[in-house]
T-cell receptor, first 113, second 114 residues
Protein backbone atom coordinates (compact mmCIF):
# COMPACT_ATOMS: atom_id res chain seq x y z
CA UNK A 1 0.00 0.00 0.00
CA UNK A 2 1.13 3.51 -0.80
CA UNK A 3 2.26 5.43 2.26
CA UNK A 4 -0.49 7.98 2.65
CA UNK A 5 -1.94 9.11 5.94
CA UNK A 6 -4.67 11.63 6.64
CA UNK A 7 -5.28 13.43 9.89
CA UNK A 8 -7.55 13.73 11.63
CA UNK A 9 -9.64 10.73 10.55
CA UNK A 10 -12.78 12.14 12.10
CA UNK A 11 -13.66 15.69 13.09
CA UNK A 12 -16.74 17.49 14.29
CA UNK A 13 -16.62 21.26 14.20
CA UNK A 14 -18.97 24.20 14.42
CA UNK A 15 -20.06 26.49 11.62
CA UNK A 16 -17.71 29.41 11.16
CA UNK A 17 -14.61 27.79 12.64
CA UNK A 18 -11.44 27.20 10.63
CA UNK A 19 -10.46 23.60 9.94
CA UNK A 20 -7.25 22.16 8.51
CA UNK A 21 -6.91 18.64 7.20
CA UNK A 22 -3.50 17.14 6.62
CA UNK A 23 -2.30 14.66 4.04
CA UNK A 24 1.13 13.12 4.48
CA UNK A 25 2.93 10.84 2.02
CA UNK A 26 6.13 8.85 2.23
CA UNK A 27 6.33 8.03 -1.51
CA UNK A 28 7.95 11.28 -2.68
CA UNK A 29 5.28 11.61 -5.39
CA UNK A 30 5.05 14.92 -7.18
CA UNK A 31 1.28 15.18 -7.45
CA UNK A 32 -1.17 15.41 -4.55
CA UNK A 33 -4.92 15.87 -4.65
CA UNK A 34 -7.82 16.67 -2.37
CA UNK A 35 -11.28 15.31 -3.14
CA UNK A 36 -14.58 15.39 -1.38
CA UNK A 37 -17.09 12.55 -1.65
CA UNK A 38 -20.81 13.04 -1.18
CA UNK A 39 -23.73 10.71 -1.98
CA UNK A 40 -24.87 11.17 -5.56
CA UNK A 41 -21.86 13.27 -6.52
CA UNK A 42 -19.06 10.73 -6.59
CA UNK A 43 -15.60 12.18 -6.14
CA UNK A 44 -15.12 15.87 -6.77
CA UNK A 45 -11.71 17.44 -7.06
CA UNK A 46 -11.14 20.40 -4.74
CA UNK A 47 -7.50 21.37 -5.31
CA UNK A 48 -4.37 19.67 -6.47
CA UNK A 49 -0.64 20.25 -6.34
CA UNK A 50 2.00 19.51 -8.92
CA UNK A 51 4.98 20.44 -6.78
CA UNK A 52 6.04 22.34 -3.71
CA UNK A 53 4.19 25.65 -3.66
CA UNK A 54 2.49 24.76 -7.00
CA UNK A 55 -1.24 24.31 -6.70
CA UNK A 56 -4.33 24.67 -8.84
CA UNK A 57 -8.07 24.69 -8.40
CA UNK A 58 -10.36 21.79 -9.06
CA UNK A 59 -14.06 21.52 -9.69
CA UNK A 60 -15.27 22.62 -6.23
CA UNK A 61 -12.60 24.94 -4.82
CA UNK A 62 -14.80 27.70 -3.38
CA UNK A 63 -14.43 27.92 0.40
CA UNK A 64 -11.21 25.89 0.42
CA UNK A 65 -7.53 26.76 0.30
CA UNK A 66 -4.45 24.54 0.18
CA UNK A 67 -0.78 24.75 0.89
CA UNK A 68 2.19 22.58 0.13
CA UNK A 69 5.46 23.72 1.69
CA UNK A 70 7.06 20.26 1.61
CA UNK A 71 6.84 17.42 -0.88
CA UNK A 72 5.32 15.11 1.71
CA UNK A 73 2.56 17.34 3.12
CA UNK A 74 -0.54 18.81 1.49
CA UNK A 75 -2.88 20.79 3.72
CA UNK A 76 -6.52 21.57 3.04
CA UNK A 77 -8.03 24.49 4.95
CA UNK A 78 -11.63 25.46 5.35
CA UNK A 79 -11.33 29.10 6.37
CA UNK A 80 -14.82 29.27 7.84
CA UNK A 81 -16.56 25.92 7.82
CA UNK A 82 -20.16 25.66 6.65
CA UNK A 83 -22.65 22.81 6.92
CA UNK A 84 -22.38 22.26 3.15
CA UNK A 85 -18.76 21.23 3.71
CA UNK A 86 -19.82 18.24 5.77
CA UNK A 87 -18.32 15.42 3.72
CA UNK A 88 -15.70 12.73 3.50
CA UNK A 89 -12.40 14.12 2.27
CA UNK A 90 -9.84 12.00 0.45
CA UNK A 91 -6.26 12.75 -0.34
CA UNK A 92 -4.56 11.07 -3.29
CA UNK A 93 -1.03 11.02 -4.66
CA UNK A 94 0.52 10.19 -8.00
CA UNK A 95 3.99 10.31 -9.60
CA UNK A 96 2.48 11.74 -12.80
CA UNK A 97 -0.58 13.77 -13.76
CA UNK A 98 -2.98 11.67 -15.76
CA UNK A 99 -0.77 8.99 -17.26
CA UNK A 100 -0.54 7.15 -13.99
CA UNK A 101 -2.91 5.93 -11.33
CA UNK A 102 -3.64 7.82 -8.15
CA UNK A 103 -3.24 6.24 -4.73
CA UNK A 104 -5.80 7.19 -2.14
CA UNK A 105 -5.62 7.79 1.57
CA UNK A 106 -8.14 6.40 4.08
CA UNK A 107 -10.26 9.56 4.21
CA UNK A 108 -11.34 12.10 6.80
CA UNK A 109 -14.95 12.34 7.85
CA UNK A 110 -15.78 15.97 8.63
CA UNK A 111 -19.04 17.05 10.22
CA UNK A 112 -19.88 20.74 10.47
CA UNK A 113 -22.70 21.43 12.93
CA UNK B 1 -11.59 17.91 -22.16
CA UNK B 2 -12.00 14.33 -21.08
CA UNK B 3 -15.12 13.03 -19.36
CA UNK B 4 -16.43 9.77 -17.98
CA UNK B 5 -19.97 8.42 -17.74
CA UNK B 6 -21.04 5.49 -15.63
CA UNK B 7 -24.65 5.00 -16.72
CA UNK B 8 -25.69 2.76 -13.85
CA UNK B 9 -25.96 4.34 -10.40
CA UNK B 10 -26.84 1.08 -8.65
CA UNK B 11 -26.74 -2.55 -9.74
CA UNK B 12 -27.89 -5.63 -7.82
CA UNK B 13 -26.67 -9.09 -8.75
CA UNK B 14 -27.00 -12.51 -7.19
CA UNK B 15 -23.95 -14.17 -5.71
CA UNK B 16 -22.35 -16.39 -8.33
CA UNK B 17 -23.83 -14.45 -11.24
CA UNK B 18 -21.74 -12.61 -13.78
CA UNK B 19 -21.21 -8.87 -13.60
CA UNK B 20 -20.61 -6.09 -16.10
CA UNK B 21 -20.26 -2.46 -15.07
CA UNK B 22 -20.35 0.08 -17.84
CA UNK B 23 -17.98 2.97 -18.39
CA UNK B 24 -18.01 5.36 -21.35
CA UNK B 25 -15.39 8.01 -21.83
CA UNK B 26 -14.80 11.02 -24.01
CA UNK B 27 -11.25 11.79 -25.01
CA UNK B 28 -9.67 12.76 -28.30
CA UNK B 29 -6.56 10.65 -28.19
CA UNK B 30 -5.72 7.25 -26.76
CA UNK B 31 -6.84 7.39 -23.15
CA UNK B 32 -5.41 5.99 -19.98
CA UNK B 33 -8.26 4.14 -18.26
CA UNK B 34 -8.67 2.94 -14.71
CA UNK B 35 -11.15 1.10 -12.52
CA UNK B 36 -11.19 1.60 -8.78
CA UNK B 37 -13.18 -0.10 -6.01
CA UNK B 38 -14.24 1.45 -2.73
CA UNK B 39 -15.48 -0.76 0.08
CA UNK B 40 -17.68 0.90 2.72
CA UNK B 41 -15.68 3.24 4.95
CA UNK B 42 -12.50 2.77 2.92
CA UNK B 43 -10.46 4.70 0.41
CA UNK B 44 -10.29 3.81 -3.27
CA UNK B 45 -8.22 0.86 -4.42
CA UNK B 46 -7.00 0.36 -7.98
CA UNK B 47 -8.51 -2.72 -9.64
CA UNK B 48 -6.89 -2.46 -13.05
CA UNK B 49 -5.62 -0.04 -15.69
CA UNK B 50 -5.24 0.23 -19.44
CA UNK B 51 -2.48 2.22 -21.09
CA UNK B 52 -1.86 0.49 -24.42
CA UNK B 53 -1.49 -2.92 -26.03
CA UNK B 54 -3.87 -5.78 -25.33
CA UNK B 55 -7.37 -4.38 -25.02
CA UNK B 56 -8.40 -6.97 -22.44
CA UNK B 57 -6.74 -6.27 -19.11
CA UNK B 58 -6.74 -8.37 -16.02
CA UNK B 59 -6.90 -6.94 -12.55
CA UNK B 60 -7.02 -7.97 -8.95
CA UNK B 61 -9.85 -9.88 -7.27
CA UNK B 62 -10.71 -11.70 -10.53
CA UNK B 63 -11.85 -8.60 -12.43
CA UNK B 64 -11.12 -7.80 -16.06
CA UNK B 65 -11.97 -4.93 -18.38
CA UNK B 66 -12.04 -4.52 -22.11
CA UNK B 67 -11.11 -1.34 -23.96
CA UNK B 68 -13.24 -0.79 -27.05
CA UNK B 69 -12.11 2.28 -28.94
CA UNK B 70 -15.00 2.16 -31.43
CA UNK B 71 -17.51 2.35 -28.57
CA UNK B 72 -15.46 4.62 -26.30
CA UNK B 73 -16.03 2.09 -23.56
CA UNK B 74 -14.05 0.37 -20.84
CA UNK B 75 -16.47 -2.02 -19.17
CA UNK B 76 -15.57 -3.98 -16.06
CA UNK B 77 -16.48 -7.64 -15.84
CA UNK B 78 -16.33 -10.53 -13.42
CA UNK B 79 -17.59 -14.03 -14.28
CA UNK B 80 -18.83 -14.94 -10.79
CA UNK B 81 -19.58 -12.35 -8.14
CA UNK B 82 -18.87 -12.95 -4.45
CA UNK B 83 -20.68 -11.25 -1.59
CA UNK B 84 -17.44 -9.45 -0.73
CA UNK B 85 -17.57 -7.65 -4.10
CA UNK B 86 -20.37 -5.41 -2.82
CA UNK B 87 -18.82 -1.95 -3.03
CA UNK B 88 -18.74 1.20 -5.11
CA UNK B 89 -16.84 1.13 -8.39
CA UNK B 90 -15.33 4.12 -10.12
CA UNK B 91 -14.04 4.45 -13.67
CA UNK B 92 -11.45 7.13 -14.46
CA UNK B 93 -9.83 8.49 -17.61
CA UNK B 94 -6.53 10.27 -18.08
CA UNK B 95 -4.09 11.22 -20.78
CA UNK B 96 -4.49 14.95 -20.82
CA UNK B 97 -1.58 17.25 -21.34
CA UNK B 98 0.47 18.95 -18.66
CA UNK B 99 -0.82 18.69 -15.13
CA UNK B 100 -4.40 17.69 -15.98
CA UNK B 101 -5.65 15.27 -13.33
CA UNK B 102 -7.61 12.09 -13.90
CA UNK B 103 -11.34 12.52 -14.39
CA UNK B 104 -13.55 10.18 -12.38
CA UNK B 105 -17.04 8.92 -13.10
CA UNK B 106 -19.70 9.28 -10.43
CA UNK B 107 -19.53 5.62 -9.51
CA UNK B 108 -21.74 2.53 -9.61
CA UNK B 109 -22.84 0.94 -6.36
CA UNK B 110 -22.92 -2.85 -6.50
CA UNK B 111 -25.15 -4.84 -4.18
CA UNK B 112 -24.85 -8.63 -3.98
CA UNK B 113 -27.77 -10.75 -2.84
CA UNK B 114 -27.78 -14.38 -1.80
Amino acid sequence: DAGITQSPRHKVTETGTPVTLRCHQTENHRYMYWYRQDPGHGLRLIHYSYGVKDTDKGEVSDGYSVSRSKTEDFLLTLESATSSQTSVYFCAISPAASSYEQYFGPGTRLTVT
Amino acid sequence: AQSVTQPDIHITVSEGASLELRCNYSYGATPYLFWYVQSPGQGLQLLLKYFSGDTLVQGIKGFEAEFKRSQSSFNLRKPSVHWSDAAEYFCAVGGGQGNTPLVFGKGTRLSVIA
